[in-house]
């Protein structure tokens, strides 16, 4: 996997092509596949919770506030296109890249 095949900076901004899996048992980056990172949230994809609960996941583990995390694509999808403002810090998925 190279940078430009599922995450890539903008800037200072970190962008991340997910694919998002719903209704898991618990919240978890999981492996790329193809030109995107799987990701597992415990929320199910209805009413929004989905999405609510990924950006608020996602806040927690770049260490910023919500609304520093954007869902630019994929809003009613799996495959998500995420913007994720000067992250703080960075988990060891992409750090480890």
């Known amino acids: 996997m190279t940078e430009a095949d599922w995450y890539r ?21 999981g492996e790329p596949q193809l030109d995107r990172l799987r990701v597992s949230i415990t929320a199910p994809p209805v009413d929004g919770k989905a999405n609510a609960h990924l950006v608020s996941w ?25 913007r994720i403002k000067v992250p703080a810090r960075l988990p060891d998925v992409i750090a480890a890249r």
């Not at 910023?64 to 998500?80: D, F, N, P, W, Y």
Request: without cysteine; positive net charge.
């Open 58 to 82: 996602l806040a927690k583990q770049f260490g910023v506030g919500r609304s520093s995390v954007l869902i630019e694509a994929g809003l009613t999808s799996q495959l998500k296109r995420i």
């Open 9 to 29: 900076w903008d800037g200072p901004d970190l962008i991340l092509k997910l694919k998002l899996q719903p209704k898991a048992s618990h919240d978890a980056f």
